[in-house]
């Protein structure tokens, strides 16, 4: 089982960046797939990056690919998700989540589920205001 502690949201401009930081615990850390979702009120939570154990692959969900970019240090046991060029459409709480690595060619297959995920943080609120 991993532990995970998010940081780094908050309130910004349509346009702004922001760099949220997830924070590991557990000895499996760099045998993991890392995951980033979020959930916008009212809405079902939805996959946004993901980027395998050793960090050589990333995958993304449309709507912020080219602004969106997931990362890992291994060495430090975290991931960051670099978003640059936010909309008012990405509000949303997000999340940091671990999966089991063998999850990986499935879910960039047929798309990762929250469902592949079995470790979660509390959530960290990213609001773009226009």
């Known amino acids: 089982q991993v532990q995970l502690v998010e940081s780094g949201g908050g309130l910004v401009q349509a346009g702004d960046s922001l760099r949220l930081s997830c924070a590991a615990s557990g000895r499996t850390f760099r045998s993991v797939t890392m995951g980033w979702f979020r959930q916008a009120p009212g809405k079902e939570r939805e996959f946004v990056a993901a980027i395998n154990w050793s960090g050589t692959y990333r995958y993304y969900t449309d709507s912020v690919k080219g602004r969106f970019t997931i990362s890992r240090n291994n060495a430090k046991n975290t991931v960051d998700l670099q978003m640059n060029r936010l909309k008012p459409e990405d509000t949303a709480v997000y999340y940091c989540?671990?999966?089991?690595?063998?999850?990986?060619?499935?879910?960039?297959?047929?798309?990762?589920?929250?469902?592949?995920?079995?470790?979660w943080g509390q959530g960290t609120q990213v609001t773009a205001s226009s």
């Open positions: 989540a671990a999966a089991d690595s063998s999850i990986w060619a499935e879910g960039i297959s047929r798309g990762f589920r929250s469902a592949d995920f079995g470790s």
